[in-house]
């Protein structure tokens, strides 16, 4: 790997500034990607970037940026792409900074901000060589998500098309699904839910099979299929689905035939329960049966207490005498049968006993 440190100014760095989907974002007369395929799309918050022309405006020196030389000559940016764009969206007259946009700064104050020079380490090297640079110093400032890290290890045709549907705040995932995942898109959380649901959770696996694919269209179809089942499983929105693994369900109930108007009334019924702990674990028991998901409200220490008094400290089913802390809660009428988490349907078992009754 080849290290040259170079010096330029705002002015040059901003020099044929362009952010559309045709062209990406380039700058630097053209010659710079300022966002190649391994990188986020632009996160600061005016906070930040007003901190960026703060700096340039009181001749504060910036952190060294780092750009990675192509075989063609020209550049992408492996560390600064915020900055950049911060200083080339207050150039171009994008926001204002202390109430003021470029277009209303003097003309000393324009050229003040256009002379500020930068510092910029040029690297050269193999792509692998300088991914380990894009990990490596990208420790500083905004933090990469795990599925950015994956996009900049398997970036090409597959993740540049892929991105396109799942990774932008107004992407055709949000519009489709946003209510139905967490996180953000511009994270690439959404991408990296679906991959992790169409790959059973072997995300690495399939980004790698996939890299050099001309299109996406496997995984944004996936997508679709699961979104429209989850709407035609259960019509009813409720905020309590929000998160929920639902490709992962879809991959193990989509062929099943579910009557979308009983489950309704049967979660209608749980989502009023007081011994059902999770809400959002509803959708999954519904489709599982199983118990687990629901978080059934445990006995409280008074009623283990209580019951434990009430039977002298005596196993119910092996009849031994155990102290409180060998014995475990149970229900005498189980929860899916009607049975309560209440003192007159608690009974205490020895630890054996409640396994193997929970077991059966």
């Given at each position: 790997?080849?290290i040259?440190?170079k010096?330029?100014t705002?002015q040059?760095?901003?020099?044929?500034?362009?952010?559309?989907?045709?062209?990406?974002?380039?700058?630097?007369?053209?010659?710079?990607?300022?966002?190649?395929?391994?990188?986020?799309e632009?996160?600061?918050?005016?906070?930040?970037?007003?901190?960026?022309?703060?700096?340039?405006?009181?001749?504060f020196?910036?952190?060294?940026?780092?750009w990675?030389?192509?075989?063609d000559?020209n550049?992408e940016?492996?560390?600064?792409?915020?900055?950049?764009?911060?200083?080339?969206?207050f150039?171009?007259?994008?926001?204002?900074?202390?109430?003021?946009?470029f277009?209303n700064?003097?003309?000393?104050?324009?050229?003040?901000?256009?002379?500020?020079?930068?510092?910029?380490?040029?690297?050269?090297?193999?792509d692998?060589?300088?991914?380990?640079?894009?990990?490596?110093?990208?420790?500083?400032?905004?933090k990469l998500?795990?599925?950015e890290?994956?996009?900049?290890?398997?970036?090409?045709?597959?993740?540049?098309?892929a991105?396109?549907?799942?990774s932008?705040?107004?992407?055709?995932?949000y519009?489709?699904?946003?209510?139905?995942?967490?996180?953000?898109?511009?994270?690439?959380?959404?991408?990296?839910?679906t991959?992790?649901?169409?790959?059973s959770?072997d995300?690495?696996?399939y980004m790698?099979?996939?890299?050099?694919?001309?299109?996406?269209?496997?995984i944004?179809?996936?997508?679709?299929?699961?979104?429209?089942?989850?709407?035609?499983?259960?019509?009813?929105?409720?905020?309590?689905?929000?998160?929920?693994e639902?490709?992962?369900?879809?991959n193990?109930?989509?062929?099943?035939?579910?009557d979308?108007k009983?489950l309704?009334?049967?979660?209608?019924k749980?989502?009023?329960?007081?011994?059902?702990?999770?809400?959002?674990?509803?959708?999954t028991?519904?489709?599982?049966r199983?118990?687990?998901?629901?978080?059934?409200?445990?006995?409280?220490?008074?009623?283990?207490?209580?019951?434990?008094?009430?039977q002298?400290?005596?196993?119910?089913?092996?009849?031994?005498?155990?102290?409180?802390e060998?014995m475990?809660?149970?229900?005498?009428?189980p929860?899916?049968?009607?049975?309560?988490?209440?003192?007159?349907n608690?009974?205490?078992?020895?630890k054996?006993d409640?396994?193997?009754?929970?077991?059966?």
């Amino acid at each position: 790997m080849k290290i040259e440190l170079k010096e330029i100014t705002a002015q040059e760095l901003t020099n044929s500034y362009q952010d559309n989907e045709e062209n990406g974002v380039v700058g630097y007369g053209g010659k710079l990607d300022i966002r190649p395929p391994y990188q986020r799309e632009f996160i600061y918050k005016d906070k930040q970037r007003d901190a960026v022309i703060d700096t340039i405006t009181k001749e504060f020196p910036l952190n060294v940026m780092y750009w990675a030389v192509r075989e063609d000559g020209n550049f992408e940016v492996i560390d600064g792409q915020q900055r950049t764009i911060s200083i080339a969206q207050f150039v171009e007259g994008d926001f204002a900074f202390n109430n003021r946009y470029f277009h209303n700064l003097q003309n000393d104050e324009r050229e003040k901000i256009l002379n500020y020079k930068l510092m910029i380490y040029l690297c050269s090297g193999t792509d692998s060589e300088k991914l380990e640079w894009f990990r490596t110093i990208n420790i500083a400032g905004e933090k990469l998500t795990d599925q950015e890290l994956r996009n900049a290890v398997y970036s090409g045709s597959w993740v540049s098309d892929a991105k396109r549907y799942f990774s932008k705040n107004s992407c055709a995932a949000y519009g489709l699904g946003g209510d139905y995942l967490n996180g953000s898109a511009i994270r690439q959380e959404y991408l990296e839910s679906t991959i992790k649901w169409i790959s059973s959770d072997d995300i690495e696996h399939y980004m790698a099979e996939n890299q050099h694919e001309p299109n996406a269209n496997e995984i944004w179809l996936y997508f679709q299929s699961v979104i429209n089942w989850v709407k035609t499983v259960f019509p009813k929105y409720r905020r309590e689905m929000k998160g929920i693994e639902w490709g992962l369900l879809f991959n193990e109930f989509n062929n099943q035939k579910f009557d979308s108007k009983k489950l309704e009334t049967e979660i209608a019924k749980l989502m009023e329960d007081e011994d059902v702990g999770s809400k959002k674990g509803i959708y999954t028991y519904v489709l599982t049966r199983k118990e687990k998901y629901l978080n059934i409200r445990a006995f409280s220490p008074n009623q283990k207490r209580a019951a434990y008094e009430k039977q002298k400290g005596i196993c119910v089913v092996c009849k031994e005498s155990f102290k409180i802390e060998e014995m475990e809660a149970d229900h005498i009428t189980p929860w899916h049968e009607g049975g309560k988490t209440d003192e007159k349907n608690c009974q205490m078992l020895c630890k054996e006993d409640n396994r193997r009754k929970s077991g059966k």
